[in-house]
């Protein structure tokens, strides 16, 4: 019989590879919207405290402590995968790999960096740096309101995959020439939740209301009921044993 | 390693370093042929590099520290991905079990810089073509592993220097495997390195680019490295195709350089060629055009499987 193992490794990792490139748009675009570019109302009043920065340094510095030394991580999720989720078919690949070349490379890659950037700063000090306004394409006024939305950005993400998201869009086509004050909506339906979850609580809310002919405010309705179950139960019991 | 081999890696990624612009300057210079021009001198993206290196660097008002250390990362991420290819099917500098995965998040880091790099100047333009990067990224990364992760999965290999050197023509199916892959292969590289029909290097209408749009608000010495780092990558993914002709070149090292520099001439011209008869594809029709690429490789994947 044929190893299939490796091949089912492969497509695991393939799919990695399709969720890595999912989680990239997604943290490009949530960090990008809130951090880059300009605000769009003044914010006045926002202070972070001191904890609030130690408690995200850490989990930053565990980030980084993992990109930078990921050998012991690997070994324990390895176990993990080996001995609970596919026994004896844990690949003996990833402790093959010899971490602490990953570790180099992150280190010239952080040396080259700091090299790269030092040469940088040396040829904006020769040849000057400014701040400009960016490219408007001919039109001058920019402002704030005029960048790139969240929605903008997973647009075209949003648009391929619109079957399965659930993905609509509510624009008000323009009457007149020129453009009015107008409204923009986009949704994106989670598909388990609207097209599985939802409908079957729907019909089990159907069906449970079904059973209101049940519900009477006398009080010796319920206590006749329960005698009824008891009894059911009795029976059941009498004739189990 | 033994210092031959250090002395070879290290010789290999600077023959990449100097010669990554000229490759591109060839491909262009064959483009203006084809379309009867003269065209500029082939050593034009040379002389473009160096202006660029003089001229004051100009930075967008919103723009913050990613904006400034963007292109840096983008060219410390494809000097170490240059470093672990083997030009010349030789030995390269960085080998190791594993490196194919490194080799694809290095590139991805790049990647990831610069397309927050593009958001953080807070322009439409460089929004839209950052959005675009991000989405054909998506479908572009599982090809790399649906190509190159397949010949890996065929002999049970992780190294990048290892898996090439593990092609063998010995086998009718396994010849048709390799092929197939060269093309997804191709494909992958013309959508990396935002060539035609997915990108037009040449275009200046911000609506419709992606990889030059997103750099739109660059100048001086931070256009430099961005340039620079896309003829670097240009002449990764040109290095990863020629790879796979490792089995014509295993007789002794200088056939095998000479083999390997006709293939990349090869390529060159099959670039050029493509970029001269073919219009740009609509931007819709971009993630159709990288699911073939992907299909053909898991439908490569699976006859090759089940018919070894």
Same mark, same amino acid.
């Given at each position: 019989?044929?190893?299939?193992?490796?091949?089912?490794?492969?497509?695991?990792?393939?799919?990695?590879?399709?969720?890595?490139?999912?989680?990239?748009?997604?943290?490009?675009?949530?960090?990008?919207?809130?951090?880059?570019?300009?605000?769009?109302?003044?914010?006045?009043?926002?202070?972070?405290?001191?904890?609030?920065?130690?408690?995200?340094?850490?989990?930053?510095?565990?980030?980084?402590?993992?990109?930078?030394?990921?050998?012991?991580?690997?070994?324990?999720?390895?176990?993990?995968?080996?001995?609970?989720?596919?026994?004896?078919?844990?690949?003996?690949?990833?402790?093959?790999?010899?971490?602490?070349?990953?570790?180099?490379?992150?280190?010239?890659?952080?040396?080259?960096?700091?090299?790269?950037?030092?040469?940088?700063?040396?040829?904006?000090?020769?040849?000057?740096?400014?701040?400009?306004?960016?490219?408007?394409?001919?039109?001058?006024?920019?402002?704030?309101?005029?960048?790139?939305?969240?929605?903008?950005?997973?647009?075209?993400?949003?648009?391929?995959?619109?079957?399965?998201?659930?993905?609509?869009?509510?624009?008000?086509?323009?009457?007149?020439?020129?453009?009015?004050?107008?409204?923009?909506?986009?949704?994106?339906?989670?598909?388990?939740?609207?097209?599985?979850?939802?409908?079957?609580?729907?019909?089990?809310?159907?069906?449970?209301?079904?059973?209101?002919?049940?519900?009477?405010?006398?009080?010796?309705?319920?206590?006749?009921?329960?005698?009824?179950?008891?009894?059911?139960?009795?029976?059941?019991?009498?004739?189990?044993? | 390693?033994?210092?031959?081999?250090?002395?070879?890696?290290?010789?290999?990624?600077?023959?990449?370093?100097?010669?990554?612009?000229?490759?591109?300057?060839?491909?262009?210079?064959?483009?203006?042929?084809?379309?009867?021009?003269?065209?500029?001198?082939?050593?034009?993206?040379?002389?473009?590099?160096?202006?660029?290196?003089?001229?004051?660097?100009?930075? /967008?008002?919103?723009?913050?520290?990613?904006?400034?250390?963007?292109?840096?990362?983008?060219?410390?991420?494809?000097?170490?991905?240059?470093?672990?290819?083997?030009?010349?099917?030789?030995?390269?500098?960085?080998?190791?079990?594993?490196?194919?995965?490194?080799?694809?998040?290095?590139?991805?880091?790049?990647?990831?810089?610069?397309?927050?790099?593009?958001?953080?100047?807070?322009?439409?333009?460089?929004?839209?073509?950052?959005?675009?990067?991000?989405?054909?990224?998506?479908?572009?990364?599982?090809?790399?592993?649906?190509?190159?992760?397949?010949?890996?999965?065929?002999?049970?290999?992780?190294?990048?220097?290892?898996?090439?050197?593990?092609?063998?023509?010995?086998?009718?199916?396994?010849?048709?495997?390799?092929?197939?892959?060269?093309?997804?292969?191709?494909?992958?590289?013309?959508?990396?390195?935002?060539?035609?029909?997915?990108?037009?290097?040449?275009?200046?209408?911000?609506?419709?680019?992606?990889?030059?749009?997103?750099?739109?608000?660059?100048?001086?010495?931070?256009?430099?490295?961005?340039?620079?780092?896309?003829?670097?990558?240009?002449?990764?993914?040109?290095?990863?195709? /020629?790879?796979?002709?490792?089995?014509?070149?295993?007789?002794?090292?200088?056939?095998?350089?000479?083999?390997?520099?006709?293939?990349?001439?090869?390529?060159?011209?099959?670039?050029?060629?493509?970029?001269?008869?073919?219009?740009?594809?609509?931007?819709?029709?971009?993630?159709?055009?990288?699911?073939?690429?992907?299909?053909?490789?898991?439908?490569?994947?699976?006859?090759?499987?089940?018919?070894?």
């Amino acid at each position: 019989m044929k190893n299939y193992y490796p091949l089912l490794m492969l497509i695991s990792t393939v799919g990695l590879a399709f969720v890595g490139g999912l989680a990239v748009a997604c943290f490009t675009k949530i960090n990008s919207i809130m951090f880059l570019g300009d605000e769009r109302k003044e914010v006045k009043h926002f202070h972070v405290s001191v904890y609030d920065y130690l408690s995200l340094g850490i989990f930053a510095l565990l980030c980084a402590g993992i990109g930078f030394y990921p050998q012991p991580f690997v070994r324990v999720i390895n176990d993990v995968a080996g001995k609970s989720f596919m026994p004896g078919s844990s690949s003996p690949a990833l402790l093959n790999i010899n971490w602490f070349y990953i570790s180099l490379i992150f280190l010239a890659i952080a040396a080259g960096f700091i090299l790269i950037y030092l040469c940088k700063l040396g040829i904006n000090k020769k040849y000057g740096r400014k701040i400009s306004p960016a490219w408007g394409c001919g039109y001058e006024r920019l402002n704030p309101r005029m960048q790139y939305t969240a929605s903008s950005f997973a647009d075209q993400l949003n648009t391929i995959a619109k079957t399965v998201l659930g993905y609509h869009k509510k624009i008000k086509p323009p009457a007149e020439i020129f453009p009015a004050k107008n409204r923009f909506e986009s949704h994106a339906d989670d598909f388990v939740d609207s097209k599985i979850i939802l409908p079957l609580f729907k019909r089990i809310d159907t069906f449970i209301s079904r059973l209101e002919l049940l519900s009477y405010s006398d009080i010796r309705y319920y206590v006749a009921f329960i005698l009824v179950v008891i009894s059911i139960y009795s029976l059941i019991g009498f004739l189990w044993i | 390693m033994d210092i031959n081999t250090l002395l070879q890696g290290i010789i290999a990624l600077l023959a990449i370093l100097l010669l990554a612009p000229l490759f591109a300057g060839v491909i262009n210079k064959q483009k203006a042929i084809f379309t009867g021009r003269i065209g500029a001198p082939v050593v034009q993206p040379y002389y473009e590099l160096k202006r660029l290196l003089r001229k004051e660097t100009i930075n /967008a008002g919103s723009s913050s520290f990613i904006s400034d250390i963007s292109p840096a990362v983008n060219l410390i991420a494809m000097v170490v991905a240059a470093a672990m290819l083997p030009v010349g099917f030789m030995k390269p500098l960085i080998s190791f079990e594993g490196d194919i995965i490194l080799f694809a998040y290095v590139l991805g880091l790049a990647r990831f810089f610069q397309i927050l790099a593009a958001m953080d100047i807070g322009s439409s333009f460089e929004g839209m073509g950052a959005s675009r990067e991000a989405t054909f990224a998506v479908f572009a990364e599982p090809i790399f592993f649906f190509t190159i992760g397949s010949v890996a999965f065929a002999d049970n290999l992780t190294s990048i220097y290892d898996i090439y050197h593990s092609i063998k023509l010995n086998n009718v199916t396994y010849i048709v495997f390799i092929v197939v892959c060269s093309i997804s292969v191709l494909i992958l590289a013309v959508t990396e390195c935002s060539r035609m029909p997915i990108d037009d290097p040449n275009t200046h209408l911000e609506l419709t680019m992606i990889h030059e749009v997103m750099i739109l608000d660059n100048s001086g010495v931070d256009l430099f490295l961005y340039q620079y780092s896309s003829y670097v990558k240009l002449c990764i993914y040109a290095i990863v195709e /020629a790879s796979l002709f490792y089995p014509f070149a295993v007789q002794n090292s200088y056939v095998a350089v000479i083999i390997f520099l006709v293939v990349i001439a090869a390529l060159a011209t099959t670039l050029a060629v493509v970029e001269t008869v073919t219009a740009r594809f609509k931007l819709k029709f971009v993630p159709q055009y990288l699911l073939f690429a992907t299909a053909i490789g898991v439908l490569n994947l699976l006859i090759y499987t089940f018919t070894k």
